[in-house]
């Protein structure tokens, strides 16, 4: 069953993503508002990815064997300047995208093996992605213009 | 005869609940003049808080003499705090900045004329648009304190002529959080609540409210209720024992002094607490609001014991102060600073707006929501888009708003910087410390010390790639920074209107000349204007006024239709009585005292200013996303989990900082550190500390102590005070100007702004920067050599009086109080006022309901 292939996908990924904001939050501190509000949606994927250990744990986590395959990359550094900072929010974005529709594939799989712990997590950790995406996408239109017409870098 | 400086709040005038408030006419006169002498009274408002309260300004031989409180004023009664009455003239004829100045090239500000001053701005700015960063080079960074017409003349200049989305005020430090919870709760900014509810309420709840140092008139009017037969019982959230905080002890209410950074999770608990008490009005929650489901079950885990542990406060009173909101008939609320500058700072304002919610207490006399303001004119520059926000609190991701200005202005939509959200303070500062802008033009306020972390402040501001206009009546430490500094005409020596916390609009007449060749920053911008030939579609002058009421017709027009409609208002009609609250139009011709009685909110997408926000991260709601929520009417109820603040107390920094206003001081001195009367109340910095920190650090009264943070580090003479343990106080007032062995801009070898110490962060939804959450370690370096020059006569009052002088004024500050000197003026009312009640479910139509 690819069901368990794909838990362990998703659990591998919300630690991805929780690493990056951690490398964004960092490498980015002199944007208070970025450095504090990555820090704690990095905290929120850390909950995703306790919360998904229960049902790795049932399901029995496979890691893929070609794992370059489905694995998602994070974030290896931070840019500088401007333009940087609206690259890595892009990247971000980009995560938490595959996170988000990696939730929607394991609820419609969870829906047809009618299982509702699975529904459960699904559900919840769903809305917080959702919430990540949006400020992510909220962050990004304000850097936008600035970013790319104004900045020196 | 009264000293209001020992005084504060003078003689009272106790009534019972449902009667009047009486009149008091409070006048102070230099003392060289009798009242016999005074040439003219000219009709004012007080600017030297949030209040707006009426004044009269006297005037001898071309100068002003003194301020008498206007008895005829439904906002003071005729009452002046001791701010007014002592500072609001006696700066006149001091060291006024008279001359433009300009750097000569050994890059010294030299006096120069008014010509070659502005062509040296306009010189620059020009060289700034023909680059590739065009109008997204220019920043302009204004003020809550100067007049309406003001405002809107440069909203349009920066949005409209230049087309820059970089434009914000001090009001982004001061009220900032009540714009945004306004919006978030009731779709719009604009106050639901009067002043007028003081005397109809049951119980007054103060949440990080000093309202007994920060609006004295507002304080006089609940101690008249405290005093009188029926008095409320006060619920004081605050970590230091204020004035509030004893009265609330002294009629029966609750103290609740949480650590700094806790607000959010004493709001869950307290709302939690109501729901689960079933203190509710479910039909009016069922009728107007939305979000009741997500509310009670983000609230769900905050026990009273849960939030306790959080916040450090006996659970006991939690319940008690929850018990008192859900079963006193009548509340009203008020909100300020240790609130607004703190963590979570919108989510626990909004808690307020939910509160009411839940039990349908908003719209009827005793009711009242008022989310305060710090300034005299922040509500102004909230509502005329100098700030962030569009003017007539549209909404800048609606593109009919947009239209809607464009047609107005005459000129292209995408002119108009609606494409982003609107810049932030903040965020302002952070691009000029980038350099991607390149102007920085700044009125009315003194960020080298009235911003956080003030080292980084001082950086930017030296920074070559900036070029700086500062444009004030003093020589601040900011101007002492700048490229060009243009000389301000103040109040009394302009014409103007204002508004203040409850929406009520005031004229301040032009009293005498400016000094020198100082102008009007109307004056300055419409000239900034005609250099710059800013032109409309059709090649005309962008901005077709040349004077103030001119700009008040134009903003008219802009208003009218929205909430916050002028439509009915003129100089005139401002003239003779009293100050009048908005809306004014055809419906109510008299003003509007309370919003939302129909309990129809501005929530419909047509007519809302903002889709709303996730309160966590303040990320924004598109457009389908309000629209599927189908709102039309009625208000949200928001909710947000608890999260701890970025930087809490540990080990190498132990202490929560907060900093604060204090009675005798406005802002950072400019107008309060020029009268003779307040600056011998409170002459300089002091460090409040509670008695038990104290003496674990075994520092005495008066003895000096460095406070640090991660950023810098000041110091000052300690005050053991009041407040809880755990929590040091700084006053935000002092600076350099006047300190002697400095440059009057940055410390020396003493530095005492408590921004010194503060963080660059703030709140998601509201950008408003957190003044109340820097941890820092304090340590002694001096012995005392007498006590701290704290005030005694208010929340820095000493743990123990012994040794420690009373704070008076003297002769010099003998003020006349005349109560009972006339009939209590009437409130604005509407004939409908006394039909529709809310609860009742019915829909009446209103400024607030949709287009068609």
Known sequence: MHLATYVGLQHTASRTLAGSFRQVADGHADEPDVHSLCHTLARMCDAHVERLAPVAERYGEQHEEEPERLHADGLSDTRSGGVGLLRDLQDLYTLASFVDITWTVLGQAAQGTRDHGLLDVVESCKTDTQRQLKWLDTRIKQAAPQALIASAR | ?852
Not at chain 2, 12 to 28: A, G, L, N, Q
Not at chain 2, 354 to 363: D, E, I, Q, V
Not at chain 2, 804 to 828: F, K, L, S
């Open chain 2, 1 to 852: 005869m009264t000293d209001r400086i020992a005084d504060i709040w003078g003689t009272r005038t106790p009534h019972e609940k449902d009667t009047p408030w009486p009149v008091r006419v409070d006048s102070h006169l230099d003392s060289s003049v009798t009242e016999q002498d005074v040439d003219r009274w000219v009709q004012s408002a007080c600017v030297l808080c949030s209040n707006g309260c009426g004044c009269d300004i006297a005037v001898k031989d071309g100068r002003m003499v003194g301020v008498r409180g206007r008895a005829t004023d439904t906002v003071n009664h005729g009452r002046l705090g001791p701010k007014g009455l002592y500072g609001s003239w006696q700066w006149n004829r001091t060291d006024r900045l008279t001359r433009p100045l300009v750097r000569d090239a050994g890059g010294n500000l030299v006096e120069t004329d008014w010509d070659t001053a502005m062509d040296r701005i306009v010189e620059r700015s020009r060289q700034l648009l023909a680059t590739d960063a065009g109008a997204l080079s220019h920043g302009f960074y204004t003020s809550g304190q100067l007049f309406l017409e003001e405002y809107y003349t440069l909203g349009v200049i920066g949005k409209a002529g230049l087309g820059t989305p970089h434009m914000d005020g001090n009001t982004r430090l001061c009220t900032a959080t009540a714009a945004a919870a306004m919006k978030e709760s009731f779709g719009s900014d604009g106050q639901p609540g009067s002043y007028s509810d003081i005397e109809a309420t049951d119980a007054v709840f103060l949440y990080g409210h000093n309202m007994a140092e920060t609006q004295t008139v507002l304080w006089m009017r609940i101690l008249d209720r405290v005093h009188g037969p029926t008095p409320p019982r006060i619920v004081a959230v605050d970590p230091r024992t204020t004035p509030v905080a004893e009265a609330a002890r002294a009629t029966g209410g609750v103290h609740l002094a949480p650590l700094p950074g806790t607000n959010q999770a004493l709001m869950n608990a307290l709302v939690r607490e109501v729901i689960h008490h079933g203190w509710l009005d479910e039909e009016y929650i069922a009728a107007h609001t939305l979000g009741f489901d997500e509310l009670r079950s983000t609230v769900g885990p905050y026990t009273p014991e849960h939030a306790a542990e959080i916040c450090r406060v006996p659970a006991d009173d939690i319940r008690r102060a929850a018990e008192i909101f859900g079963t006193s008939e009548r509340v009203l609320s008020t909100v300020l600073q240790g609130f607004y500058q703190s963590h979570q700072a919108t989510a626990a304002s909004c808690a307020v707006n939910n509160l009411h919610l839940l039990r349908g207490l908003l719209g009827r006399p005793g009711c009242g929501i008022l989310q305060m303001n710090g300034q005299p004119t922040a509500q102004n520059n909230r509502e005329c888009g100098a700030d962030g926000d569009l003017p007539a609190f549209r909404n800048w991701d609606n593109p009919d708003h947009v239209r809607e200005l464009a047609e107005l202005w005459n000129v292209d939509p995408l002119t108009i910087p609606h494409w982003s959200p609107p810049t932030h303070a903040l965020q302002i500062w952070r691009y000029c410390e980038q350099g991607s802008i390149g102007l920085l033009w700044i009125a009315g306020t003194n960020p080298a010390v009235s911003m956080p972390d003030l080292p980084r402040i001082r950086r930017i501001l030296q920074q070559d790639s900036l070029f700086t206009v500062v444009q004030d009546g003093f020589l601040t430490e900011t101007a002492r920074y700048a490229d060009v500094v243009l000389p301000a005409a103040l109040w009394g020596e302009k014409q103007g209107t204002f508004t203040n916390v409850d929406r009520t609009v005031h004229l301040s007449d032009q009293a005498i000349e400016p000094p020198g060749e100082a102008r009007s920053d109307l004056d300055i911008w419409l000239d900034y204007a005609r250099r710059m030939d800013f032109r409309d579609r059709d090649g005309a002058p962008l901005v077709k006024w040349s004077d103030p009421e001119g700009a008040f017709e134009a903003w008219k027009e802009c208003t009218r239709g929205r909430l916050v409609d002028y439509t009915g208002l003129s100089y005139d009609k401002l003239r003779g009585g009293t100050g009048i609250p908005w809306p004014v139009n055809e419906e109510a011709p008299e003003g509007t005292e309370r919003l939302y009685s129909d309990a129809q909110f501005a929530t419909h997408p047509d007519v809302c200013e903002t889709y709303g926000h996730d309160l966590l991260t303040g990320g924004a709601l598109s457009e389908q996303e309000y629209r599927a929520l189908r709102p039309d009417g009625r208000a949200f109820l928001k909710a947000a989990a608890y999260v701890p603040p970025p930087e809490g107390p540990g080990e190498e920094y132990p202490f929560v900082l907060s900093t604060g206003r204090t009675v005798y001081h406005f802002h950072t001195r400019t107008k309060t550190g020029r009268s003779r009367s307040l600056r011998r109340a409170a002459p300089g910095v002091w460090v409040e500390l509670s008695a038990g920190d104290a003496a674990r650090l075994a520092v005495g009264e008066g003895d000096v102590v460095r406070v640090e943070s991660r950023r810098g580090a000041m110091q000052g003479p300690v005050r053991i005070g009041r407040g809880r343990d755990g929590v040091v106080f700084v006053p935000f007032h002092y600076g350099y100007w006047d300190q002697p062995g400095t440059d009057g801009a940055a410390p020396g070898d003493a530095p005492r702004a408590a921004n010194e110490l503060t963080l660059t962060e703030w709140d998601p939804v509201s950008k408003q920067p957190m003044f109340k959450t820097a941890a820092v370690k304090v340590t002694k370096i001096a012995d005392a050599t007498g006590p701290s020059p704290a005030p005694t006569t208010a929340a820095s009052a000493p743990a123990d009086p012994t040794g420690v002088p009373p704070t008076v004024g003297g002769p010099e500050a003998d003020v006349r109080e005349q109560p009972y000197a006339a009939e209590p003026p009437q409130p604005a009312r509407q004939p409908e006022d006394s039909g529709e009640q809310p609860g009742s479910g019915g829909a009446t139509t209103s400024a607030t309901g949709p287009k068609d």
